[in-house]
């Protein structure tokens, strides 16, 4: 349960899946399959190298793809759980224009899980079910389920948050 979590481990976890990178190379395999091998820069033309390493680096690190001989990158069980995460917060912040009308995908993903940030544990996901928290008593509503699944991937793959904590100060 993301209760065993502390805010700050919810918060730089979340950070880390909002990233621009990882949140297109999911969604990318989710819609068009496995990516062919030396195919990376080809169909992310327009991100750095490094970028995308570590964007490659970190979904290898979370159990998100695995390399498949001849195959190329394609999504675990993590992976595929985690771009139904990053689908229903964009259906929600398309639905709900968020942040604007006309944002792309990553931007409505992105916003959508910076709103649920703070909401990941049971007293505030309470308040966010009785729509007392912000946007509004029916976006807070519509917010359930993509809480639940962001919640439910959480539960299902904590070693997330280990990742995604900070390294100590020598």
Not at 132 to 161: E, N, S
Request: charged share 20%.
């Amino acid at each position: 349960m993301t209760s065993s979590f502390t805010t700050a481990e919810l918060r730089d976890t979340v950070t880390m899946l909002s990233s621009p990178a990882l949140i297109r190379l999911v969604t990318e395999i989710d819609d068009n399959g496995p990516i062919p091998p030396r195919g990376m820069a080809r169909t992310f033309a327009d991100l750095p190298v490094h970028q995308l390493r570590q964007s490659t680096d970190a979904a290898r690190a979370l159990n998100l793809v695995r390399g498949r001989p001849g195959a190329g990158l394609g999504l675990t069980a993590a992976g595929v759980e985690l771009a139904d995460v990053y689908d229903a917060c964009a259906r929600w912040a398309r639905r709900h224009a968020c942040p604007t009308e006309s944002s792309d995908f990553t931007s409505r993903v992105q916003h959508t899980l910076s709103l649920m940030s703070n909401t990941l544990h049971p007293v505030t996901l309470d308040r966010l079910r009785r729509g007392v928290q912000p946007p509004g008593a029916q976006a807070a509503a519509d917010l359930v389920r993509p809480h639940d699944l962001l919640r439910q991937w959480l539960t299902a793959y904590p070693q997330a948050a280990r990742l995604a904590a900070p390294e100590p100060a020598a």
